[in-house]
């Protein structure tokens, strides 16, 4: 059954025609050609297609459209403001964080909703964070150097 | 030194316009048959090309794994591509350096001393002579054979090889882009297809209409002989149709793997082609102290954590295929003939997937989205495979018995040595033993009969038998090799093959006479090792740790310690670990210190080994494929666990600077001494050894019961 669902993503309103059952992160990527989030596995197990809705990490891969009407969706092409790299994105180039690189959309956005709350986290509070995200690659201390020091380099513009 | 002997790449791709043009002005294109699998190869390759041509890294476009242009280099695998891809470059590029600086120096008359480079513009004394690569390119034709005599920069004048420079792939990755599965063409045709749970399997019965209704939106059905799919301009169409499949395809026939498939016993039961080396003293073996232990491994998978993707395009009477396979040259000659193609009408063109770790299903996903395109001439099909199908139908690791055993003289040193291998081949990529190994091509009528298997050959490294000869000084040594070619699955190349199962039953043993010896495990594999190399990164690694000096530790904390020498002629690594032990391991703390030659990359060296420890620590406490009622067992993550955030210890990484000596693979040196370190670590622990892997919980509590 198609319907129309309207909510917002990356400070955008949207509105689209789609079986409510559709997967958000179908409709993020096929409907409305946000292909950052990834899919990974489909049931909630890798964090490759984690989101925020409503600044909190959730799965796209499982979670349906229709759930997210009139909510705040914020995927990693949301992240940069400005044009700017958003400062988590920066770290993790200084850090060179990455070897093939496909964790990265879904921790980017978990590693942003932990600073939004926690600028200053601690090494356990970053993995407990990080934990629903699988790295095959093994850049795990890395992005949580990088998640540290993007906290600081926040906290520093806040001030 | 760094040597001037043709490397294979060249060997095979020896014109240098096969690898190098300037067509752009102010930019070069240099090709590669290696391409990026999360290596950060790009990289390490650009820096190359730049400091032997002089140019700055942002002048050079690396074109990799496109056939139409890209130098044809078999398989990005086994720790070669700096070694070989990355050597050919830097050949290459010198060569065409001096030619070009051989004819500035012509026509100005003047000695190429005189002459410098910079950005790509030539100097003489310093001073500008309007010429540069792009303007004097008209005049020198590079269709010529490379001579590989070419003088290379030698090393302590770098200024770009060892010196850190970013990854380049990295800015696209942090946005989110850069995947082979982002690419969206107008029109696009997405594709799914169902996969045989086991090899030979046929299609008894499957309910198409319950299948359509499952897809929500029409959908198409290819059905040719046990080969299936679903077409539809809807990606989630095809998907829902897909799972909806597999819940109801039935299969019969074929040669379903009993369920003890891969256990010790199992491999023993095997037919097996047999080998056996001798090395060292010859006569009669010495008397003295028999040890011997046997250690197993089981099946794994490569679990990448993007599923595979390829797309695909038939346009008059041309095949395209992007695809994120290891070997594009190779994929496109085995396309080619599994769909009859001539193979000049093939063209594949490599795009980055999630990372790759051995043989996984990018080159069957681009046999899926080929055959597919040839059915819909004119569209650009699309595949993405799912979760629950990489488990189950992608090529898988294979397990291996290995027994050791050793006669000690009278100082507890081994007079004698052997090592026994049952295994599977470790190899059926595109192409080996003359298959296919294309799990599509193997559905289809008239698929061609298998040609009997065979292991990577020992002079390539070897498969079964990578690393299985000791590295220390044995003045006997027996290997006997028991190949089992009948394998009934689909068993081939994860990181490593068979050299980090080796290691870790090498290990543990030397751990094992150690203790025999009363000696400290470091001073006992010190006592045993000659080569200055091999001991300083021992002693690297011991002193990093702090090893001597440790304290006691705590009840059930304990370290140990791995060593090995990648292929035996690879990079040098060790490993100590610290572990925490109750009931399950938990890793405290890794040192590592390796040795591999001139670094290109420094830090995507150190990324490497790391990545390359925490998977290792991963196959050794969690992995392990099963299988049930003929087929794999493990559906999710949740039935395959790997190492995940909560796990990871800090890791501390000393590189050993060694300029003078050529590179050497590493993508693969961690992976089997931290195994290894693990292993020891926790039968220090336990006070008791477990040599079948992995360690997991349900052992360590059956070893701490069974006291
Ligand atoms: S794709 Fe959603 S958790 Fe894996
Ligand atoms: S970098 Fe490859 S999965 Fe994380």
């Given at each position: 059954m198609t319907e129309k669902y309207g909510f917002a993503v990356n400070g955008r309103p949207v509105s689209v025609e789609c079986?409510?059952?559709?997967?958000l992160l179908s409709v993020l990527r096929?409907?409305?050609?946000?292909?950052?989030s990834k899919f990974g596995c489909?049931?909630?197990?890798?964090?490759?297609c984690m989101v925020l809705i409503d600044g909190k990490p959730e799965?796209?891969?499982?979670?349906?459209?229709?759930?997210?009407?009139g909510r705040d969706v914020t995927t990693?092409?949301?992240?940069?403001k400005d044009g700017g790299l958003h400062p988590l994105q920066q770290a993790l180039l200084d850090e060179q964080?990455?070897?093939?690189?496909?964790?990265?959309s879904g921790i980017l956005v978990s590693a942003a909703a932990l600073l939004e709350k926690?600028?200053?986290?601690?090494r356990a509070e970053i993995i407990a964070a990080l934990d629903p995200h699988l790295c095959r690659c093994g850049i795990h201390n890395r992005v949580i150097r990088a998640v540290q020091k993007a906290g600081a380099a926040l906290a520093e513009t806040a001030r | 030194m760094i040597s001037n002997t043709l490397p294979l790449s060249l060997i095979d791709n020896p014109i240098l316009s096969q690898w190098i043009a300037f067509?752009?002005?102010?930019r070069v294109r240099v090709g590669s048959g290696k391409v990026e699998i999360g290596q950060g190869i790009l990289t390490a390759l650009t820096q190359i090309a730049a400091e032997e041509l002089d140019v700055?890294?942002?002048?050079i476009n690396l074109v990799s794994g496109?056939?139409?242009i890209s130098p044809a280099e078999g398989f990005?695998?086994?720790?070669y591509s700096i070694a070989v891809g990355g050597a050919s470059i830097r050949l290459v590029c010198a060569e065409v350096r001096s030619l070009f600086l051989d004819q500035v120096a012509e026509e100005l008359r003047c000695?190429?001393?005189?002459l410098s480079i910079e950005d790509g513009r030539f100097l003489r004394a310093g001073k500008e002579?309007?010429?540069?690569y792009w303007s004097m390119a008209g005049e020198i034709t590079l269709d010529r054979r490379a001579s590989g005599t070419a003088p290379v920069k030698r090393p302590s004048t770098y200024?770009?090889?060892g010196k850190h420079l970013p990854r380049l792939d990295l800015p696209a990755k942090v946005a989110?882009?850069?995947?082979?599965?982002?690419i969206a063409t107008e029109n696009l045709m997405h594709a799914r297809v169902l996969r045989?749970?086991?090899?030979?399997?046929?299609?008894?019965?499957?309910d198409e209409s319950a299948v359509r209704r499952a897809a929500g939106t029409p959908i198409e059905i290819i059905r040719e002989g046990e080969f299936v799919a679903f077409t539809s301009g809807s990606e989630l169409a095809v998907m829902r149709a897909s799972e909806a499949a597999r819940a109801l395809a039935q299969w019969q026939g074929g040669a379903q793997p009993p369920?003890?498939?891969?256990s010790p016993a199992w491999l023993k039961r095997q037919a097996s082609r047999d080998k056996t080396t001798d090395t060292g003293k010859p006569g009669r073996a010495p008397a003295g102290r028999m040890v011997e232990a046997s250690y197993s491994r089981p099946f794994l998978t490569y679990g990448s954590i993007g599923t595979s993707c390829a797309l695909a395009e038939f346009k008059d009477g041309a095949l395209k295929a992007w695809s994120h396979s290891q070997g594009p040259a190779v994929l496109r000659e085995w396309l080619a003939r599994a769909l009859g193609?001539?193979?000049?009408?093939v063209n594949v063109f490599h795009r980055q997937g999630a990372?790759?770790?051995?043989?996984?299903t990018a080159d069957d996903a681009a046999f899926d989205a080929s055959f597919i395109a040839m059915r819909h001439p004119g569209r650009t099909v699309r595949v993405q495979w799912s979760r629950e199908d990489e488990f189950a139908a992608a090529p898988i690791s294979t397990a291996m018995a290995i027994k050791l055993s050793a006669t000690l003289d009278k100082d507890n040193k081994p007079a004698d040595w052997k090592i026994e291998i049952w295994s599977p081949p470790h190899a059926q990529r595109?192409?080996?033993?003359?298959?296919?190994?294309l799990l599509g091509a193997a559905a289809l009528p008239n698929a061609p009969p298998l040609n009997p298997l065979g292991d990577v050959p020992d002079e390539r490294?070897?498969?079964?038998?990578?690393?299985?000869?000791?590295?220390?000084?044995?003045?006997r040594h027996r290997l006997i090799h028991h190949l089992l070619?009948?394998?009934?699955m689909r068993t081939s190349s994860l990181r490593g093959l068979g050299a980090w199962a080796n290691v870790f039953a090498i290990e543990s043993f030397i751990d094992e006479l150690a203790d025999i010896a009363g000696e400290d495990p470091v001073n006992y594999r010190l006592s045993l090792l000659t080569d200055p190399r091999a001991r300083r990164v021992v002693e690297t690694a011991a002193r990093l740790s702090g090893w001597f000096e440790q304290?006691?530790?705590?009840?059930g904390r304990a370290r140990g310690f791995g060593f090995a020498r990648y292929k035996n002629i690879a990079s040098f690594a060790a490993v100590v670990v610290e572990v925490e032990v109750d009931e399950d391991i938990s890793l405290k703390k890794i040192w590592c210190a390796a040795d591999a030659?001139?670094?290109?990359a420094p830090d995507g060296a150190r990324n490497q080994l790391e990545g390359g420890i925490i998977q290792g620590a991963s196959f050794v406490m969690r992995e392990q494929v099963r299988f049930e009622d003929g087929r794999?067992?493990?559906?999710?993550w949740d039935d395959y666990p790997i190492l995940r955030f909560s796990d990871i210890p800090e890791i501390e990484i000393e590189l050993i600077d060694n300029p003078n000596e050529p590179t050497l693979g590493l993508g693969e040196a961690s992976v089997g001494p931290t195994g290894a370190a693990i292993g020891n670590a926790l039968a220090r622990a336990l006070g008791r050894r477990i040599?079948?892997?992995?360690?997991t919980r349900e052992r360590i509590m059956a070893t701490l019961l069974s006291e």
């Open positions: 079986d409510g059952t559709a997967p096929e409907y409305l050609g946000l292909r950052g489909g049931t909630e197990q890798c964090g490759a799965y796209s891969c499982s979670r349906e459209v229709s759930t997210v009407a990693v092409e949301g992240l940069a964080a990455g070897q093939c690189g496909y964790c990265l926690n600028p200053k986290p601690s | 067509e752009q002005p102010g700055r890294p942002e002048q496109q056939t139409d990005t695998s086994g720790s000695p190429v001393s005189e002579t309007g010429r540069d200024r770009i090889v989110g882009a850069g995947f082979i599965h982002d045989q749970p086991w090899r030979g399997a046929n299609l008894a019965a499957l369920a003890d498939v891969g193609l001539p193979s000049a009408q990372g790759a770790y051995g043989h996984n595109p192409g080996m033993n003359g298959n296919s190994n490294g070897g498969g079964a038998t990578r690393n299985a000869v000791a590295i220390y000084d044995l003045p070619p009948e394998v009934p304290r006691k530790l705590p009840e030659g001139l670094v290109i794999v067992a493990n559906q999710t040599r079948d892997l992995p360690l």
